[in-house]
């Protein structure tokens, strides 16, 4: 690719609660101009929290977008953008599932739709769980239960699972953890 692509100049169109939209106004080397969306999301973290059998435990939640329910890793959005992940992984293994551990390993980091956003999200393994208590938000309702890395495998490749930052850790996991 010969020349520079430039942005040269970003208006917000919409402020929410998770992200927020904007216009960008891209020049390129040929002279021409485009508008690109571009979504900020200042992050999340999600967990693989590892029983002492093996099991991972998932969450049953409503996601809005889909209209409907998905079975996911733990996972959430950083407090604040300078959040460290691992802190917010821990956070949300606990509020989610009602476990703790002090054994979490990065596992990957995400980008999940680079084309538009840059949401990125650090996914961490959580060994040596610990009993606790769940600590959902006003506005979650979510089933844990475990299940056996072959049951997800499954369930991934029938499409019951769908969420990509699921499938990709379940799958990372697997190669780093299992196969190493």
Known sequence: MSG???RTGRELVHKGAIIDVY???MEFPNGHHADWD???HDGAAAVVPVLPDGRILMVRQ???ALDRETL???AGKLDAADEPGLACARRELNEET???SDELEWLITLRTTVAFCNEKIEIYVAKNLIPSKQNLDEDEF???KAYTLEEL???IYDGTIQDSKTVAALLAYEVKYLHA
């Open 153 to 155: 495998k499954r369930m």
């Open 4 to 6: 520079e692509i430039k």
């Open 98 to 100: 009602g476990y703790k």
């Open 23 to 25: 216009t960008d106004h």
């Open 142 to 144: 979510v089933d844990v």
């Open 72 to 74: 996911e890793i733990p």
């Open 38 to 40: 571009f979504i900020h």
């Open 62 to 64: 409503f996601r809005n």
